[in-house]
């Protein structure tokens, strides 16, 4: 069978054309492009005309649709100074990378440029990245490396650096816009470093943005604002589902989600919020989900929990109804 079928079999010594239980593709989707440098490693992707040396050029080769893929090869590296790096991307492309989850084998994209110059801006439907180190550490106060407003998208499975230090970081990491229906932020790792500071590592503030998911992420983080949220909702977004993420905000008395006083809708439920209080109060305890007021929002919360304590367990957040 041709190369362009299959994707590599995880942990074979050669460039795998099968895995043990068959082809991992779905139905009418190929391999369009590997994407990585030329080794003796990734001889046999050159052969098959498929390895090219950025993911730009991999993009290109996808047809609208079909759910082809574009498979990062472990070890790639790339910078991002610009607004259009994602110029060739078509709607149904699944971007993967390959390789173990946290590694410094895990294909690399860094980002640098001032303020709004280093974008990736996904526009299209059907979208998946998976399996991609980012790294947000190429230039001071980057504003929002990822703008979102495709439906039926996927950022799954990805470790993000959101900053190195104060002149090496980002705002808002993703920003979910209008048009980004039934998104799934799933399973990444999003963490800054040292004295870096954001704005928010998630913001939801699309018009009227419907089913968005947020689930099983770890976020650690330093606000700029301790009214800020690790996860922000500032849209009236519809049938939210925010769950199972654990949230860390160094900036004293920080908040974990943020729900402005809009009427979206949805549940909030399950997360877990680890904040900072140096006045000694427990304030902050109670910032695991935070409305900045409760005349709009028709959103539900369970089992939410936040502590601000380095030996206690959290309590519950927000508190108990009580009618």
Not at 176 to 197: C, E, P, R, W, Y
Not at 199 to 218: F, H
Request: aromatic share 8%.
């Amino acid at each position: 069978m041709p190369v362009q079928q299959f994707l590599p079999l995880v942990g074979n010594d050669s460039v795998g054309q099968r895995t043990l239980h068959g082809t991992w593709l779905p139905p009418g989707s190929v391999v369009a492009a590997y994407v990585g440098p030329q080794s003796a490693v990734t001889d046999a992707y050159s052969s098959s005309g498929l390895l090219v040396s950025t993911l730009a050029a991999g993009l290109a080769r996808c047809r609208s649709g079909k759910g082809d893929y574009v498979v990062v090869l472990p070890g790639h590296t790339e910078s991002v100074t610009t607004t259009t790096g994602l110029a060739n991307l078509v709607a149904g492309t699944q971007i993967v990378g390959v390789a173990t989850f946290g590694s410094s084998l895990m294909p690399t994209f860094t980002f640098n440029g001032t303020t709004n110059t280093a974008v990736w801006t996904v526009s299209v439907n059907d979208v998946r990245m998976s399996g991609l180190r980012i790294e947000c550490t190429g230039a001071d106060s980057m504003d929002t490396p990822i703008v979102w407003t495709g439906a039926g998208g996927s950022f799954d499975h990805n470790f993000v650096n959101l900053g190195s230090d104060t002149t090496h970081d980002c705002d808002v990491f993703l920003t979910v816009g209008t048009g980004a229906d039934n998104m799934q932020i799933v399973g990444n790792k999003f963490k800054s470093l040292s004295t870096a500071v954001n704005t928010n590592v998630v913001l939801v503030s699309g018009t009227a943005v419907e089913g968005v998911t947020i689930a099983n992420n770890y976020m650690r983080t330093t606000l700029s604002s301790a009214t800020g949220g690790v996860i922000a909702v500032t849209s009236a977004a519809t049938n939210l589902d925010i769950y199972g993420n654990i949230m860390f905000n160094l900036v004293e008395d920080g908040v974990g989600i943020r729900i402005s006083d809009v009427a979206c809708t949805g549940m909030i439920y399950d997360n877990y919020f680890g904040g900072v209080d140096a006045g000694g109060t427990v304030a902050n305890a109670l910032k695991a989900v935070s409305f900045a007021g409760t005349t709009n929002p028709v959103t539900k919360c369970f089992q939410n929990f936040a502590t601000d304590e380095n030996a206690g367990s959290g309590v519950l957040s927000p508190a108990a109804a009580t009618t």
